[in-house]
């Protein structure tokens, strides 16, 4: 069972900038995907970033220019970097991963617990 770990939520005034963090745990991992999503109140979770396996990202328009999102293969994470925030970007973020356990020779889709990142006017 692979569990992701995300860090680095927080509340910022408009136009400043957070870093999140997720790492997931395992000892021998391939993850072929690693995604940012997010959630504002009353809204359904939106896909940001996506980070494949090789090194293509995509991004959602809402936050091309804005964010960055990078992986750290040695130690299976990835970061979401997010700079000129704006009251809108108010959400819980999720990281994802997916890819193949191979110290149990299973695949894994799997889900951290989520932060809060809260942008003020």
């Known amino acids: 069972h692979v569990q992701l770990v995300e860090s680095g939520g927080g509340l910022v005034q408009a136009g400043e900038s957070l870093r999140l963090s997720c790492a997931a745990s395992?000892?021998?991992?391939?993850?072929?995907?690693m995604c940012w999503y997010r959630q504002a109140p009353g809204k359904q979770r939106e896909l940001v970033a996506v980070?494949?396996?090789?090194?293509?990202?995509n991004y959602a328009d809402s936050v091309k220019g804005r964010f960055t999102i990078t992986r750290d293969n040695a130690k299976n994470a990835a970061f979401l970097e997010m700079n000129s925030l704006q009251p809108e970007d108010t959400a819980v973020y999720y990281c994802?991963?997916?890819?193949?356990?191979?110290?149990?020779?299973?695949?894994?889709?799997?889900w951290g617990q989520g932060t809060q990142v809260t942008v003020s006017s």
């Open positions: 395992g000892r021998r991992l391939g993850i072929n995907t």
């Open positions: 994802n991963a997916a890819g193949v356990d191979y110290a149990i020779w299973s695949n894994f889709d799997s």
């Open positions: 980070h494949i396996s090789g090194g293509s990202t």
